[in-house]
């Protein structure tokens, strides 16, 4: 039987998952595959950290990279370091030497994808990366492979495991944002530096990559409205609660007539979005295709295991494809994204005094709206109709002066509606 090389890069939770996973399935996978899949070398740094892993003896720590990308036995390299520099150095290396190459690294993709995409094709092998967005749910593949014969016209997700953790705490619990956090800091849900989960950067980057591959275009994440969870206040779930809505972070692509919105903020629905019941630190993505109309998907989009599914995922697709290309990603042709100002939602926004006394300039600026009242709040929230966000900003802005221009403090929150 042929046996396939593989040189690991890095050897954190993911790369020893993926390692496990190759030995504990190794029968299975050779029953797929015809071939026998084997890791040869393992980068590291400092292989001391790792003694307390026993290797088999076909397996070695190297500590020299080249003795990975420069290795003509090895025919596949899998990235699983993370960073862009030292990574993209060695994702270019490895394809310029016509190793394929399977990656988890969605911050490379999301700076490099275009370039080395067409590097892999320009060598005849193939760069995959299904683990660099949402772990354990096969999106990737799910969108070029099982959706090929689809426009894909919208893509909405809860993308990131840790603010859907923190924000179903502050919803079922009561807790307030900091508390929950803490909380999930301890039980290492959440980093020392949450900032790339709660400022939504993570999730930026996820629907950078998925709309990238929808539209066959670049599509920037500077380019993408970035709101995080950390304005989201347990007010804000009083309100949800009586309403009986929910308030889940969302990345969101919409393609419509050659115009695509993308964005990350957190958005109320209701109980009827078939993403209200992704809980916890589990993920969700609603696609819809022009000819498929509605599908969704669900899982663990982070974690050891969940994750390396998906990179052994791409080492037996790779594997299967090894002597070919297999078309794959998007072009550099960016592709524009339509102003924040231009995309339409309904708002809940909270307003301090009473309602009585605000009712008519209320009426006035935002059209006629909802409104929620909660017992014993110095404060009311209305939830407007449909509009573009240019025409909530302009209404926000004049309906603030107007209220400050008489001692009030006037709009104290708004969140994005889809009900
Ligand atoms: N930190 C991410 C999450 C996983 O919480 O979903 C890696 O993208």
Partial sequence: MTTIKIALLGFGTVAQGTFNLLQDNAELIRNRTGVNVEI?????????????ITLPETAQYVTDIDEGLKDDSIQMVVELMGGTNFAKDCVEGA??????????????????????????????VDLRFEASVLGGIPIIRTLYESLAGNRITEIIGIMNGTTNFILTKM????????????DAQAKGYAERNPDADVEGYDACRKIAILASLATEK?????????????????IDFKYAEKMGTSIKLFGTSRIKDGKVSAYVAPVMISKNNPLYSVN?????IVVKGNMLGTSMFYGSGAGKLPTASA?????????????KN???????????ILPMDQTKFRYFIRVAGSYRNKEQELNEYFGKAEVVELYGMDEFAILTKEMT????????????????????????QMIRAAL
């Fill in 40 to 52: 040869s070398k393992i980068f590291v740094r400092n292989p001391d950290k790792y003694s307390h």
């Fill in 95 to 124: 394809l310029k030497a016509k190793k394929n190459v399977v990656t988890a690294n969605k911050d490379l993709l999301a700076e490099a994808g275009p370039y080395l995409l067409d590097l892999a094709s320009k060598n005849g």
């Fill in 171 to 182: 919803s079922e619990e009561g807790l307030e944002y900091n508390d929950v956090l803490s």
């Fill in 218 to 234: 670049t599509v920037s994440y500077d380019d993408i409205y970035t709101e995080g969870i950390t304005k989201i206040t347990d």
């Fill in 280 to 284: 916890d630190v589990f993920n969700g």
């Fill in 311 to 323: 990179v052994v995922a791409d080492i037996i697709e790779a594997v299967q494809n090894i002597d």
């Fill in 326 to 336: 297999v078309p794959l990603g998007w072009t550099d042709e960016k592709q524009e």
């Fill in 389 to 412: 966000e240019g025409e909530l900003k302009a209404a926000a802005s004049a309906f603030d002066t107007k209220a400050q221009s008489r001692s009030e403090y006037g709009i104290k």
